[in-house]
């Protein structure tokens, strides 16, 4: 079992940054490939980015390419999502995700594709 705790949302204007973050407890995040997710009122929970095992490989949604990055520090055993530019369309809560892999660069885009989540965290962006 895998606890992840994201951290690091709130209230910010439009054009501001946020950066998240997705510690595990107890267990390394090494063997997992990780994604970000966010679901917004009344809408169905929506892929966000994802990071390879490695974290040499990364994948977005074309609604948040160019102003999202997202990354890991195995070091830290931490995964981080780092927001730029932010709109008020952004305004969701954010999920992490890791699904335990063998392969060190595949991306995975699907909710279902993904074993373990977190409670989520609170990102509103005001106009």
């Given at each position: 079992?895998?606890?992840?705790?994201?951290?690091?949302?709130?209230?910010?204007?439009?054009?501001?940054?946020?950066?998240?973050?997705?510690?595990?407890?107890?267990?390394?995040?090494?063997?997992?490939?990780?994604?970000?997710?966010?679901?917004?009122?009344g809408?169905?929970?929506?892929?966000?980015?994802?990071?390879?095992?490695?974290?040499?490989?990364?994948?977005?949604?074309?609604?948040?390419?160019?102003?999202?990055?997202?990354?890991?520090?195995?070091?830290?055993?931490?995964?981080?999502?780092?927001?730029?530019?932010?709109?008020?369309?952004?305004?969701?809560?954010?999920?992490?995700?890791?699904?335990?892999?063998?392969?060190?660069?595949?991306?995975?885009?699907?909710?279902?594709?993904?074993?373990?989540?977190?409670?989520?965290?609170?990102v509103?962006?005001?106009?």
């Amino acid at each position: 079992q895998v606890q992840l705790v994201e951290s690091g949302g709130g209230l910010v204007q439009a054009g501001g940054s946020l950066r998240l973050s997705c510690a595990a407890s107890e267990r390394t995040l090494s063997t997992y490939s990780m994604g970000w997710f966010r679901q917004a009122p009344g809408k169905e929970r929506e892929f966000v980015a994802a990071v390879s095992r490695s974290g040499g490989d990364t994948y977005y949604a074309d609604s948040v390419k160019g102003r999202f990055t997202i990354a890991r520090d195995h070091a830290q055993n931490t995964a981080y999502l780092r927001m730029n530019s932010l709109k008020p369309e952004d305004t969701a809560v954010y999920y992490c995700a890791a699904k335990f892999v063998l392969d060190y660069s595949d991306t995975y885009y699907r909710t279902w594709d993904y074993d373990y989540w977190g409670q989520g965290t609170q990102v509103t962006v005001s106009s």
